[in-house]
């Protein structure tokens, strides 16, 4: 019952932008950490950046400075924003979220359908 659907991806040329954004819908009682990763053809998925009910952020090295996450607790959303965009960031990006949903209230993994950016020279 509970879902993320993501949307913004695309395609953009090297040095450019594009804004992620992922919802969370259903029966929720509360969100943890949320995320996105990325899964690029042949390669494992990886963490891009998460961020805590708090605010507190992380990036993986290769984003450090690029990219910025951020969420709207009462929207049930998180967003990526996505600068100096590069062909080695091309991927499927996905959302993740640590979710307790009701009525069990049990934190689970949840993830989203994925979209695809890709970013050509």
């Known amino acids: 019952q509970v879902q993320l659907v993501e949307s913004g991806g695309g395609l953009v040329q090297v040095g450019g932008s594009l804004r992620l954004s992922c919802a969370a819908s259903?029966?929720?009682?509360?969100?943890?950490?949320m995320g996105w990763y990325r899964q690029a053809p042949g390669k494992q998925r990886e963490l891009v950046a998460s961020?805590?009910?708090?605010?507190?952020?992380n990036y993986a090295d290769s984003v450090e400075g690029r990219f910025t996450i951020s969420r709207d607790n009462a929207k049930k959303m998180v967003y990526l924003q996505m600068n100096s965009l590069q062909p080695e960031d091309t991927a499927v990006y996905y959302c993740?979220?640590?979710?307790?949903?009701?009525?069990?209230?049990?934190?689970?993994?949840?993830w989203g359908q994925g979209t695809q950016v890709t970013v050509s020279s």
């Open positions: 993740n979220a640590v979710i307790s949903a009701l009525p069990v209230r049990v934190p689970r993994n949840y």
């Open positions: 259903g029966s929720i009682f509360s969100i943890n950490v």
């Open positions: 961020i805590t009910g708090g605010g507190s952020t």
